[in-house]
């Protein structure tokens, strides 16, 4: 009895390393339940290998009544996981079976713990059947609901049996499942056979289910080896597809430069041919020596405007294509704002009765931000505004305390009294070269967005025909960890230009 006991003692080792690995597996990866559910199996056969050995070394009743309780404990468990290791195995939803498998299984804990289903003081019947050479097991007789507990957990071990053949045609597993887990199935029964009844005999699950449990961890490793297989092939797959992304990529970037080449160079002329156009026809009209003086002035003062309207057009051209990379520090907000209507107003053909209203103490004192940038970008929505009232109005400027995401913000807003936007005129706003003024060259607002997003901000844009329109710079007030999206193709094309 010694020797027995040694030997179901090593199997308990055996299968407590089982459990232990694939737990830990399953906590490692916390995918693949099938994992957790072969863990649970191979401790509630650890905890029956445990019992067997106690039941082997047992001298009376009492301790034989022990062992058998550890032993049921055990087959209660392992019964609800291997019903749910079946259902993973095979694909399948947690059913009601693996519910109803794991309550049935709760029952049996609690009423064999509670010591419904051995009676210490009712030892097992004497061997009535004649085998002389069975051991002297100190068991206890199986009360009535440990027997029916046995009977229904045969049945769900049958539901379970039931579900491998039919999935045994097209499932190699399901058959190499079926006939490993018919060993301790048939083994189990045979133990329970022995306790319900007078019989005298050896147990055999603990020894015969360490071969199940093998196969079992044999399936789940080829399982985890093709899987890591597939996943080997689908990762070159997608190198492959991300290589040919990445050509095709590079070969529609070259595309898209091209047509922005194409269509930069078309503004482009455009923009230069009518200046150009009409100096020519006033030099023209220069070399007439009977023009009169009158003329001759005229003459002289539109060369001086489209001369300034070729300088305004390449100056914005260069502001537009010459990478934004904001300096930061700390700059005054209000000393900033002023500076940029000072200049706006410098140099805008505004009327004097334009009235500008300044508030600047509903946000913070400084900003951290490249003020040569900013400057730029809040002259060109000043001139923008002064432009947009010819006959004088109200520019309002203010800032205030807002927030851009998350992260708190200031808003540098500006609102004009003038003419305003209709809804397509407001889409296309942003658009560069886009202008519906004469001596404009639509690249103001596109500064300005450019100029916004290279500060972690935005350009916010309202207005409705008639009303006027108001120009929002929103703008984080510290210091971000940004980076500036990646330039359009415009924007790129016109940067390898300049």
């Known amino acids: ?30 995918s693949g339940r099938e994992n957790l559910a072969f863990a649970g199996l191979s401790a509630g056969l650890t905890m029956f290998a445990l019992g067997a050995s106690l039941n082997t070394t047992a001298t009376d009743v009492a301790e034989g009544t022990h062992a058998c309780i550890v032993q049921w404990c055990g087959i209660a468990i392992a019964i609800a996981c291997w019903v749910d290791f079946v259902h993973h ?29 051995f009676d210490p003081d009712q030892p097992a019947p004497p061997d009535t059947w004649g085998l002389a050479a069975a051991p002297s097991y100190m068991e206890p007789a199986v009360q009535p609901p440990g027997a029916i507990w046995a009977l229904t957990s045969i049945g769900f071990l049958a539901q379970a049996v039931f579900l491998l053949v039919r999935h045994a045609r097209r499932d190699p597993d399901a058959r190499i499942l079926l006939a490993t887990s018919a060993l301790w199935i048939l083994g189990g029964c045979y133990d329970l056979f022995l306790q319900l009844t007078s019989v005298k005999s050896f147990y055999v699950l603990e020894h015969v289910g360490i071969v199940a449990n093998v196969s079992m961890s044999w399936i789940l490793v080829g399982r985890f080896v093709r899987t890591s297989e597939a996943l080997e092939a689908r990762t070159r797959e997608l190198n492959a597809s991300y290589q040919d992304l990445q050509q095709t990529q590079a070969e529609l970037l070259a595309k898209e430069q091209l047509a ?50 070729l300088n305004r057009l390449v100056t914005d051209l260069l502001a537009f294509a010459r990478p934004v990379t904001p300096q930061r520090r700390e700059v005054p907000v209000a000393e900033l704002v002023s500076r940029a209507i000072e200049l706006a107003r410098a140099g805008s053909r ?13 946000g913070p004192a400084t900003l951290a931000c490249d003020p040569d940038l900013l400057r730029q970008a809040l002259v060109n929505v000043a001139e923008n505004a002064l432009e ?13 305390n807002v927030t851009l995401g998350d992260e708190p913000a200031v808003a540098l807003i500006f609102r004009d009294s003038g003419e305003g936007m209709d809804a397509t005129v407001r889409s296309k706003a942003r658009d560069p070269f886009f202008t519906t003024r004469p001596s404009g060259t639509g690249l103001g607002l596109a500064i300005v967005d450019r100029i916004a997003r290279a500060h972690g901000g935005s350009v916010e844009l309202e207005s409705r025909h008639g009303v006027g329109t108001t120009v929002s710079l929103v703008l984080p007030d510290r210091r971000l960890s940004y980076e500036p999206p990646a330039p359009r193709a415009l924007d790129q094309m016109a940067a390898s230009t300049s």
């Open 89 to 117: 195995m095979l694909g399948l939803p947690a059913r009601r079976l693996v519910r109803a498998a794991y309550a049935w299984s709760l029952l049996g804990l609690a009423a064999n713990v509670a010591g419904l289903f």
């Open 260 to 309: 922005a080449v194409g269509e930069l160079s078309a503004v482009i002329a455009h923009e230069v041919r009518n200046p150009l156009a009409i100096i020519k026809n006033a030099v023209s009209g220069l070399r007439r020596r009977e023009l009169p003086e009158a003329d001759r002035a005229t003459l002289h003062g539109i060369l001086d405007e489209e001369a300034e309207r």
């Open 350 to 362: 505004s009327p004097a009765e334009v009235q500008v209203e300044l508030d600047v103490d509903g």
């Open 1 to 30: 009895m010694k020797t027995l006991a040694a030997v179901t003692i090593a199997w308990a080792g055996v299968y407590g390393a089982f459990a232990i690995f694939y737990a830990l597996l399953y906590a490692r990866r916390r």
């Open 388 to 400: 947009a009232m010819p006959r004088g109005g109200t520019l309002s400027v203010r800032v205030e």
